[in-house]
């Protein structure tokens, strides 16, 4: 039980095993062929609108299938959002 919960605490810090520094983990979104990468909501936020289907977490812990919805006057291919994660916006990478 202890190694379970040791194990919980310590996963969303990955060491940098060259500088001996903790780093926060990156979260991703994989949805429709593109990875989007988590980021805190723009001021203004941005209203969330319509579900568009089901994407996976990635990157923190184990992958997660999550709702994916999409966002007022913003292309999904450009940006999306997470049910249940309203302060942050996902942007898709450049390729």
């Known amino acids: 039980m202890a190694v379970v919960l ?9 060491l940098d095993r060259g500088s001996g520094v903790a780093q926060p ?6 949805y429709a062929g593109r990875v989007y990468t988590r980021r805190p909501m ?3 936020p941005l209203t969330e609108r319509l579900a568009i289907g089901v994407g996976t977490l990635v990157g ?5 299938n999550v709702n994916v919805r999409s966002l007022a006057g913003v292309a ?3 940006e999306i959002a997470v ?4 302060g942050f916006v996902y942007v898709a990478r450049r390729s």
Do not use: W, Y
């Open 76 to 78: 999904r291919e450009k």
């Open 6 to 14: 040791a194990g919980v605490l310590v996963a969303p810090v990955v």
């Open 25 to 30: 983990c990156t979260q991703r979104l994989r």
């Open 42 to 44: 723009p001021t203004p």
């Open 83 to 86: 049910d249940g994660d309203s």
């Open 60 to 64: 923190c812990a184990a992958p997660t």
